[in-house]
């Protein structure tokens, strides 16, 4: 009776100890996914504020015109913040600090939109003398170039 005791005992043991580390595994898997959440959120609200949307519209204006803002001027700072931010969101995409669907859901065509007027800007700056790559922008712009978009197609209005 001693060797099925120890038997059972071993066999509830072994559970208790796949059930812990079933347990563990899953609130670090929640863990994980919150934190990259709450960090995607961080920067889509960053991304979002005026002061970036400003940035961009600045950056889209300029390529349209041929004449993106000065060096110095408090515009060339506000482009260069709205890049900033979409070099920050590649940057965490490529550590794997958000997700990869939630970005493009959120940002693919933003993104996809941007692109050009990026590397108009890009060139200006080349041609400043400024070469700073925006290594992760030009990353997440190359991502979404190459993903299928996640978008939903408005189809007008829902009618029952």
């Known amino acids: 009776m001693t060797n ?3 038997t059972w005992a071993l066999v509830i043991s072994v559970i208790a100890l796949l059930a812990s580390a079933i347990a563990t595994w899953s609130t670090l898997r929640h863990s994980s996914r919150s934190a990259r959440l709450a960090t995607f959120e961080r920067i889509h ?5 005026p002061k970036a949307a400003g940035g961009r519209k600045l950056l889209y204006v300029g390529a349209k015109n041929g004449d993106f803002p000065k060096l110095g001027d408090p515009e060339w700072d506000q482009v260069n913040y709205a890049l900033a931010l ?5 940057g965490y995409l490529s550590q794997g600090l958000v997700d990869k669907d939630v970005v493009t859901a959120a940002w693919y065509q933003p993104v996809t939109d941007i692109a050009r007027p990026v590397e108009q800007f890009l060139a200006y700056r080349r041609s400043l003398g400024i070469d700073q790559p925006w290594t992760y922008l030009l990353d ?14 408005w189809k007008g209005s829902r009618q029952s």
């Open 45 to 49: 609200e960053a991304l979002i504020d």
């Open 86 to 90: 979409y070099d920050t969101l590649g």
């Open 140 to 153: 997440l712009i190359d991502l979404m170039r190459n993903t299928t978009c996640p978008c939903r197609v």
């Open 4 to 6: 099925s005791t120890q």
